[in-house]
T-cell receptor, first 114, second 113 residues
Framework: KAGVTQTPRYLIKTRGQQVTLSCSPI?????VSWYQQTPGQGLQFLFE???????NKGNFPGRFSGRQFSNSRSEMNVSTLELGDSALYLC?????????????FGSGTRLTVV | AQTVTQSQPEMSVQEAETVTLSCTYD???????LFWYKQPPSRQMILVIR??????QNATENRFSVNFQKAAKSFSLKISDSQLGDAAMYFC??????????FGTGTLLAVQP
């Protein structure tokens, strides 16, 4: 059974550009959550999606957005990139929303903004 | 609001020995979950162990066990018979009704052969 797949693994972008990151959940998992990991702020929750609807959103500016498709795959987009957006972006999937179902994380996308 | 504190930035243990990682938390929710995740250099966050707050019994998973002290809001992880593969960053996390996890700052565990 394939795990959570995040693409690309590494990405380098220039300030002001936009970027799209992709997450394919474990087959059958319908809930996807995104986290940002930086040395300064640690791990912070970005959003949670279920049935193509955003259920929760963390405390991030509107430049951060996401969506979920009918096959449960999810994308997150960051527009007008800033140097501070450099981070590891982790995606986690679960069967349904709720911590009782358990979350499986992917290996992340390392974004570097120059 | 929920907060998680890991007061040990780094720990070291000899192979085959036992080590305990500390974690304290604060939450206003009555129903919540506590987790320990391991992040090796591969970057993937791997679930080590989970504790439901309403359960009195401490969770165990093979060589990993927790000491959950609900009144003290403490959730420590004990690793027995440490192995070289246990070397990683360990994160404590708490989550409740919103399903979002609040993570601590992590403890980097080194295992000495």
């Amino acid at each position: 059974k394939a795990g959570v797949t995040q693409t690309p693994r590494y990405l380098i972008k220039t300030r002001g550009q936009q970027v799209t990151l992709s997450c394919s959940p474990i087959s059958g998992h319908r809930s996807v959550s995104w986290y940002q990991q930086t040395p300064g702020q640690g791990l912070q929750f970005l959003f949670e999606y279920f049935s193509e609807t955003q259920r929760n959103k963390g405390n991030f500016p509107g430049r951060f957005s996401g969506r979920q498709f009918s096959n449960s795959r999810s994308e997150m987009n960051v527009s007008t990139l800033e140097l501070g957006d450099s981070a590891l972006y982790l995606c986690a999937s679960s069967l349904l929303p709720g911590l009782s179902y358990g979350y499986t994380f992917g290996s992340g996308t390392r974004l570097t903004v120059v | 609001a929920q907060t998680v504190t890991q007061s040990q930035p780094e720990m070291s243990v000899q192979e085959a020995e036992t080590v305990t990682l500390s974690c304290t938390y604060d939450t206003s929710e009555s129903d919540y979950y506590l987790f320990w995740y391991k992040q090796p250099p591969s970057r993937q966050m791997i679930l080590v162990i989970r504790q439901e707050a309403y359960k009195q019994q401490n969770a165990t998973e093979n060589r990993f066990s927790v000491n959950f002290q609900k009144a003290a809001k403490s959730f420590s992880l004990k690793i027995s018979d440490s192995q070289l593969g246990d070397a990683a960053m360990y994160f404590c996390a708490v989550g409740g009704a919103t399903n979002k996890l609040i993570f601590g700052t992590g403890t980097l565990l080194a295992v000495q052969p």
